[in-house]
């Protein structure tokens, strides 16, 4: 009878406590973030947050979207995990792949030129995202990136076309104290695979041969310098506290993270 009591309380509880934090979350008047000049992230709520004994659940968008083009949500969300019970940190995140998703779709409408010297060359990259949209997955303990781009090493006077896919991993840092969080993007060089790849040296391509062996090691050293701008997650300031990550898991539909906070 007292446990029957104890859990009719806790029903009753978490049924009141769910009201009540719904009811607030429905007063924020825009949950939009900018995360850089160019793109915003939505952290709306799809459906009501959950209550339950030992931890909350909090549904969020997660769409991020060139900010010139407004909000919308151009594909489906695949289905994941919302639990793991062996997450030992204080907020454990499952992100969608739908998220990469469309921070690729929406990160192809940025304008994207890099300036990197190597071995004392001058090399300029042109990232053509019209031709062949950047892509960006999860995989098995990793992200799977894919993009095209323009190479131009003019003192040798070649011009590289190629499309390429790497992995790529998330690191997160906590130095910007005016920031909750700075993501960073790191693709990881051995990796690198290949599905095109042209060579032009004084305007005549180069098929196989001494200039793609050359070239594809360029490439390769080259992508190691290039770093795509970092996404800045700004501060809530109605909620002070600073956090760290100690970890990120990638599987084939979502990545899962955890974030230890300390409240100031």
């Not at 459906?47 to 909350?56: E, F, G, N």
């Not at 995989?139 to 323009?150: F, H, K, M, V």
Request: aromatic share 10%.
């Amino acid at each position: 009878m007292l446990e029957k009591l104890r859990k009719h309380i806790c029903n009753a509880l978490n049924d009141d406590v769910e009201t009540r934090i719904n009811l607030r979350l429905q007063k924020i008047a825009d949950p939009i973030i900018e995360l850089s000049n160019y793109l915003s992230l939505s952290y709306a709520l799809p459906s009501k947050l959950i209550v339950k004994k030992d931890m909350i659940l909090l549904p969020l968008d997660g769409t991020i979207f060139f900010t010139a083009d407004g909000y919308n949500r151009p594909f489906e969300v695949p289905s994941m995990p919302v639990e793991n019970s062996e997450n030992p940190n204080d907020i454990v995140l499952f992100v969608n792949q739908y998220l990469f998703k469309t921070f690729a779709k929406s990160y192809s409408k940025v304008p994207m030129h890099f300036d990197v010297v190597l071995t004392g060359y001058k090399i300029s990259i042109d990232i053509d995202s019209e031709t062949y949209p950047m892509m960006l997955d999860t995989e098995p303990d990793t992200l799977r990136l894919s993009i095209g781009a323009t190479l131009k090493i003019p003192d040798w006077n070649m011009i590289i076309d190629i499309n390429a896919s790497s992995q790529a991993r998330l690191e997160f840092s906590t130095e910007d104290k005016e920031r909750l969080l700075t993501i960073h993007q790191t693709i990881l060089k051995n990796s690198v695979k290949f599905e095109k790849f042209k060579v032009f040296v004084n305007g005549h391509e180069k098929n196989g041969g001494a200039f793609h062996t050359i070239a594809k090691q360029i490439v390769k050293n080259v992508i190691r310098l290039v770093k795509l701008n970092p996404l800045k997650v700004p501060r809530i300031p109605s909620i002070p506290f600073d956090v760290s990550v100690p970890f990120i898991k990638y599987f084939d539909d979502y990545a899962e993270t955890g974030l230890v906070c300390t409240f100031e």
